[in-house]
């Protein structure tokens, strides 16, 4: 399933019921709620559900967990961005496509989050901020236009698809666990880009992808200890 319709063909997808800018409001309350508590549920089997876990030492053990906190905060931050696009798109089947590709990510929250507590470790302390944080940005970007709402999508989940293949040169060989959840989040991500994409979304500034990548830095080397 594409996560989004080109934007010339919504005029021809409908909603199943117009939501009031008050219930909608509502309701990314409480799905950031649930998402910070994590209450998340995956629709699809984890990757690893079937892999034997291996034992793995203290130093092993720490790595893995340090680095699957640091994904689980991009899932955070995933969900975060876009539910608030969804909130301040005027095209009623794109919002649509935000909110489901929202769905379809928090098989990736509940994946890590799963991961972590057989780990024996804990998210981030800081996901409220984190979660924050997206939040802004995807009502900041969905303000200029759908096109740039969705070029941010790109840009995104470029940098977590790198992101990705960083963590798996550096997760230790005998945790496959974590490195079959790592390797499906990564195929995912890459797909998620082309669909936005495909759909037409705009090339962002220079300067504006220089900004990201140094918020993702700060991001993720403060959720590694954090």
């Known amino acids: 399933m594409s996560l989004f319709r080109s934007i010339s063909d919504h005029g021809n997808c409908r909603m199943r019921g117009p939501l009031t800018p008050l219930d909608a409001w509502l309701s990314a309350g409480e799905h950031a709620l649930r998402t910070l508590a994590g209450a998340s549920v995956a629709a699809r089997p984890s990757p690893a559900a079937n892999l034997p876990k291996r034992a793995l030492d203290e130093t092993e053990r720490r790595l893995s967990g340090a680095l699957m906190r640091v994904n ?12 608030a696009q969804s909130l301040v798109t005027s ?25 972590l507590d057989e ?10 901020l984190w979660y924050a944080g997206a939040f802004g940005i995807g009502l900041v970007a969905g303000r200029f236009s759908d096109r740039t709402s969705l070029g941010f999508v790109v840009e995104t989940e470029r940098q977590v698809e790198q992101h990705l293949d960083g963590h798996l040169q550096r997760l230790p060989m005998n945790d496959g666990a974590s490195r079959a959840i ?12 082309m669909q936005a994409t495909q759909a037409g979304a705009a090339e962002l500034s220079a300067p504006v992808r220089l900004a990201m ?10 959720a590694h200890r954090i």
């Open 91 to 115: 095209d009623a089947a794109l919002r649509e496509r935000f909110i489901e590709a929202a769905r379809e990510e928090t098989d990736h929250l509940a994946w890590t989050k799963q991961r």
């Open 119 to 128: 780990l024996g470790a804990r998210p981030s302390l800081l996901n409220p």
């Open 72 to 83: 689980h905060v991009g899932e955070v931050c995933a969900q975060a961005l876009y539910r």
């Open 213 to 222: 990548r140094l918020a993702a830095r700060v991001m993720t080397r403060v």
């Open 182 to 193: 790592v390797e499906r989040m990564k195929d995912d991500e890459a797909l998620h880009a």
